[in-house]
C-alpha cells in the first residue's frame, strides 16, 4: 500500500456513502470496495467505515436515501 493510497482512503468511503445517497448503486459499489481495500481496522475511523462497506456490500440498499421532488 502506498502513501497515496492511505490518504485516498477517507475519500473513497466517503464518496461510496454520496453515491449511495444519490441512488448510484454501482459506482458505490466500487468505492465501498476501495474502502475496504485500503481502510485500516487499526484506525477507529476506517474501522467504522469497514464495518459500513461490508454491510452496503451483502445488501442493496445500505444507506437511508431521501426520494427528490420533481
Known amino acids: 500500500m502506498t502513501v497515496s493510497d492511505l490518504v485516498r482512503t477517507p475519500a473513497y468511503c466517503l464518496m461510496a456513502q454520496v453515491r449511495e445517497h444519490q441512488n448510484n448503486k454501482k459506482e458505490a459499489r ?25 454491510r452496503c456490500l451483502e445488501v442493496t440498499q445500505c444507506l437511508e436515501t431521501k426520494k427528490r421532488d420533481n
Open 30 to 54: 466500487l468505492y465501498w470496495e476501495d474502502c475496504v481495500r485500503y481502510a485500516s481496522a487499526n484506525d477507529p475511523d476506517e474501522d467504522a467505515w469497514i464495518v459500513m462497506a461490508k
